[in-house]
């Protein structure tokens, strides 16, 4: 399965931000898919997971009252929609599937196919 992010950029404190993620490759509406940032010299961070269903989002605590997880399965598309953004937002970010179908997790290490990273910088 091949992974591919979209929608990074530059934006100010305060904008919204919408990130989507293309799924390609067989049994990709099977597949859940994590969202992930790294910010430079800072260790990969968890913000958000679905289920191959869109079902059970899960959000990392740090972000979980400003984001939106979302998937159109018809479209092998999965949304992240972040608001309110602040600069510590900036970070490239990752989409990532795990190596099972059907499986869906909060910790990076258990997500074996990833897709290229956007960044997203946020100024004050």
């Known amino acids: 399965v091949q992974l591919q992010a979209f929608g990074g950029g530059s934006m100010q404190a305060g904008d919204s931000l919408s990130l989507s993620c293309t799924v390609s490759?067989?049994?990709?509406?099977?597949?859940?898919v994590g969202w992930f940032r790294q910010a430079p010299g800072r260790e990969r961070e968890f913000v958000a997971a679905?289920?191959?269903?869109?079902?059970?989002?899960l959000y990392g605590d740090s972000v979980k009252d400003r984001i939106t997880i979302s998937r159109d399965n018809a479209k092998n598309t999965v949304f992240l929609q972040m608001f309110s953004l602040k600069p510590e937002d900036t970070a490239v970010y990752y989409c990532?599937?795990?190596?099972?179908?059907?499986?869906?997790?909060?910790?990076?290490?258990?997500?074996?196919?990833w897709g290229q990273g956007t960044q997203v910088t946020v100024s004050s």
């Open positions: 990532a599937a795990p190596q099972t179908i059907k499986t869906y997790y909060i910790s990076w290490r258990w997500y074996h196919y």
């Open positions: 490759g067989r049994w990709a509406s099977d597949y859940g």
């Open positions: 679905i289920k191959w269903n869109g079902d059970s989002p």
